[in-house]
């Protein structure tokens, strides 16, 4: 059975981020959303973290 995306459903009316972030990936923990992403700005992987995926 496939699992439904963190992302399901939602709607953003800004960029949550403002910055080079390719391929992202997004995963939940708890009341936690971590987005994940490849090669950017000369790091190998980028990590950010949000409560409410617009900030």
Avoid: C, E
């Amino acid at each position: 059975m496939p699992s439904t995306p963190a992302w399901a459903g939602f709607q953003a009316t800004t960029l949550a981020l403002g910055q080079n972030f390719p391929d992202p990936d997004i995963v939940k923990a708890g009341a936690v959303y971590h987005a994940y992403a490849t090669n950017g700005d000369g790091k190998h992987i980028q990590h950010a973290v949000s409560g409410d995926l617009v900030r």
